[in-house]
């Protein structure tokens, strides 16, 4: 069997046939699509650009191939553009629950200036608990 750098028994979703080389999680969502170059080379640009950057992609943690990829909407950059955020299988669920569990204070927030500023704030509480999280793990 001619692996490639597809797993084995991982076909492509799209037509089912092919080994897929191109596998992506969509952040946070938990959903994958895993798909073979022919049925990539047919989605639109925006989606075939998507995974081409995951392909070259590292997670932004830990430097490792990355799982989850998507739009990081707490981090925009000056000019307002999100960039995609890059994590790995490992870094993924860690990275999540955290955002998730400091979110879930957010409700009680309702300006929307102030969220925004917590948002920020939370952005950078994450930087720093995923350090240290890659740090504990590694070692
Ligand atoms: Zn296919
Ligand atoms: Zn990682």
Redesign the pocket.
């Known amino acids: 069997m001619n692996s490639d750098s597809a797993l084995p028994g991982n076909f492509?979703s799209?037509?089912?046939?092919?080994p897929?080389g191109n596998h992506v999680c969509f952040g946070g969502t938990g959903e994958s699509v895993v798909?073979?170059d022919?049925?990539l080379a047919r989605q639109s640009s925006s989606i075939a650009d998507f995974f081409k950057e995951a392909k070259n992609a590292e997670c932004d943690f830990c430097g490792g191939s990355p799982c989850t990829g998507g739009p990081e909407f707490l981090t925009p950059s000056a000019e307002g553009n999100v960039a995609n955020r890059w994590l790995c299988g490992s870094c993924a669920p860690d990275y999540h629950t955290f955002l998730q569990t400091k979110m879930a204070d957010l409700v009680e927030v309702s300006d929307y200036e102030k969220q925004l500023e917590e948002m920020k704030r939370i952005a950078g509480e994450a930087e720093v608990h995923m350090k240290q999280f890659v740090r504990r793990r590694d070692n």
């Not at 799209?14 to 092919?18: A, I, P, W």
């Open positions: 492509c799209q037509c089912g046939k092919s897929a798909m073979c022919d049925c």
